[in-house]
């Protein structure tokens, strides 16, 4: 959405002046929804922080006031996405090292 938004703005249009493709939009809305019934299932607490707070992000993007503002709030969101993976990681290492454990 942001990629069509920027498309726009360097095709002589306004920033945020279009409406997005129903596809596009709905598939947005579901990645939303789905994002929140899975996080609220982890029982990490920081896991699920960091989702809600990359899902905050991904989702301000489209309020942005401009392209520089959409593209700070972009890589802001990459640096969440970047620890939240790492997290989780974590979580599932640990998981495997449960199971280890266990069938020992």
Known sequence: MNHLDSMALRSGGEWHGQLY???????????????????????????????????????????????????HILVDAGNTFGKLNERIGEQLRRLDDDEETQDQ
């Open 21 to 71: 493709p129903q596809d596009l939009n709905d598939e947005a809305n579901g990645a939303n929804v789905q994002t929140m019934l899975l996080a609220a299932r982890v029982r990490d607490a920081s896991i699920r922080s960091m989702t809600e707070e990359l899902r905050s992000k991904c989702n301000s993007v489209l309020f942005c006031k401009d392209e520089a503002d959409g593209e």
